[in-house]
């Protein structure tokens, strides 16, 4: 699997540089090489039969020799056939293995069109080869168009001209095997491949026109590929027509000779086809560039709310490690002095992340100036509130000075953190229109609810143990603003310039914090909490944690509110 992927990977990257047209010519040139190779056998097996003979000969010595000067245009480039060579180490490998097999195989129909050597052994070779010729071409032929399938950036329809390229070599095996049935050679098989032939070129003209899950192909809409497309399918119910008579007429060389033009008929219609597939790349290269322009667009939008959320939730992070340094200090849970690690790693990862970027969280290195002086100023007092927080890590809460330059540093750590965040809120907005700078206000008034859960929790637990007055009515501002907030996201509010929520789906997960939220709202209006009720509280609190940050990345993601 993994071989597979560095393949793709590598196949994308050696041909980034080809352009659409390009890449469609290529698809194109590729795919009639796979035709070329039935239409020689068939010439050949004209000659054989000895029907139009010299016109079967010109034939044949012009086929061979377009499939010579691709196959080296494929390998090396060609200018006159606008054929890009290609630095695909997987392509150039399969290429040279067509050419140890065609060097052979030219040499036969060569012999064949100088009449040279007729023998029987000349036409089994080819008979038993051409096959091969075409399977090995196919195989590039798909590489090309995987390119095309895998890059957003690159064709939409590269299937869709791989496969309407094969349908003009089908017309020339469907060819080849009824004069390989006339010339009882290999008949039994011939018999059951001719079948498959015919219902695979069916099956890919209605996915040609109306889309095909099975065959990956999209279908079109295009007007003139429409109509060309409509153009082949009346020519080809034509040749089925002739196909069933020479079938029980195999004698009759008139009739042989009007399906096999009847059939050259069909190749060429479709061949016109593929050409306006490969010119509708332009209007399609137009459609991509738009496309990007508003991706662009979306992404700048998206870049910023991403870019608020990741700064609002350090300034939660600042108050939950607060809390858990609380929590383990006060023996409540195991897990509070263990998940001090993971969180303390966090922060420091989003710092570092802030300034040289870090693809895991999404983060491009932040450029401007005042925000990167604000981040000098979270490490600077990051550092001795990490120090005291690993302290109580180590001494499973037991140093308790630790803990009180916890206590009464977080605010200021969370003071700076909010500044960061504001500041960045100001430097995205320049860039939006006045729309999108209130939805960056709503991520921004959304992610610091994540913060005042964890707040009013640090809070209650420092009234437990210091039984300050001043701590009890710092929980009634906290869950004060908590509620308020809450309430403004749902209905709107001038004061905090939002909008009322009108997203369903954002207005459900509200809901359901704001659920969470009336379970726990009256223990923290208590005087006392039993032990029940304060394991009730620490028990829904991340919940409502995790709640409120599922909420937030929903606004992220999510265009309208």
């Known amino acids: 699997m993994k071989k597979a992927v560095i393949a793709t990977v590598v196949l994308s990257m050696s041909l980034f540089g080809m352009s659409d047209r390009e890449l469609a010519n290529t698809i194109n040139l590729a795919g009639k090489q796979r035709m070329l190779s039935q239409k020689m056998s068939k010439e050949a097996l004209l000659i054989y039969i000895g029907i139009d003979i010299e016109k079967s000969i010109d034939s044949l010595k012009n086929s061979s020799k377009l499939f010579n000067k691709t196959l080296n245009g494929l390998k090396k480039g060609d200018r006159t056939l606008n054929i890009v060579a290609s630095k695909s180490s997987e392509i150039s490998s399969k290429l040279n293995e067509i050419d140890q097999i065609w060097r052979e195989f030219y040499k036969r129909v060569s012999d064949v069109a100088t009449l040279n050597n007729l023998s029987d052994d000349t036409f089994e070779y080819i008979d038993k080869h051409n096959l091969t010729l075409l399977n090995k071409m196919n195989e590039v032929v798909d590489l090309y168009t995987k390119l095309g399938s895998i890059n957003s950036s690159k064709l939409r329809m590269a299937n869709d001209i791989n496969l ?268 939006l229109n006045y729309l999108e700078r209130a939805k960056l206000n709503i991520v921004n008034i959304a992610g610091r609810e994540r913060m005042l859960t964890q707040k009013m929790t640090k809070e209650i637990l420092e009234y437990i143990v210091f039984k300050s007055v001043v701590s009890k009515e710092r929980v009634g501002k906290t869950t004060s603003k908590f509620k308020s907030s809450l309430d403004a996201l749902l209905t709107g509010s001038n004061s905090l310039k939002l909008p009322k929520v009108t997203n369903s789906s954002i207005k459900k997960e509200l809901k359901k914090v704001d659920k969470l939220w009336q379970k726990i709202e009256p223990l923290y209006k208590r005087e006392r909490l039993t032990q029940k009720e304060l394991a009730l509280l620490l028990k829904v609190n991340p919940i409502l944690l995790k709640q409120m940050d599922k909420t937030v990345s929903l606004i992220e993601e999510t265009t309208d509110y």
Not at 192 to 198: A, F
Not at 385 to 403: E, M, N, Y
Request: with cysteine; charged share 30%.
């Open 164 to 431: 309407a390229g094969k349908q003009r070599m089908l017309t020339q095996k469907i060819a080849k095997d009824i004069l390989l049935i006339e010339a009882n050679i290999n008949s039994d098989n011939t018999n059951s491949d001719l079948k498959s032939s015919i219902e695979l070129f069916d099956k890919t003209l209605v996915g040609l026109l109306s889309s095909d899950s099975s065959l990956n192909l999209v279908g079109t809409k295009l007007p003139k590929i429409v109509k060309q497309l409509h153009e082949v399918k009346k020519v080809w119910q034509e040749s089925k027509v002739l196909i069933a008579k020479a079938l029980k007429n195999r004698e009759d060389q008139e009739l042989t000779k009007e399906l096999i033009t009847k059939l050259d008929r069909t190749k060429e219609e479709m061949n016109r086809a593929v050409v306006l597939y490969t010119k509708s790349i332009n209007r399609q290269k137009q459609v991509i560039k738009l496309n990007s322009l508003i991706n662009g667009f979306m992404n700048r939008k998206g870049i910023s709310k991403h870019l608020i959320n990741i700064a609002g939730k350090q300034r939660m992070l600042t108050q939950k490690l607060s809390k858990l340094a609380l929590e383990c200090s006060l023996n409540i849970s195991n897990n509070s002095c263990k998940k001090l690690d993971s969180h303390i790693m966090l922060f420091d990862k989003t710092l570092n992340g802030f300034v040289s970027g870090d693809k895991s969280l999404s983060l491009k290195p932040i450029k401007s100036k005042e925000a990167l002086a604000q981040i000098d100023d979270i490490k600077n007092r990051w550092r001795l509130f990490k120090k005291a927080l690993l302290s109580i890590k180590a001494t499973k809460g037991g140093d308790k000075k630790a803990l009180e330059y916890i206590l009464s540093k977080n605010i200021e750590l969370l003071n700076s953190s909010n500044r960061l965040v504001s500041i960045l809120e100001k430097e995205s907005g320049k860039k």
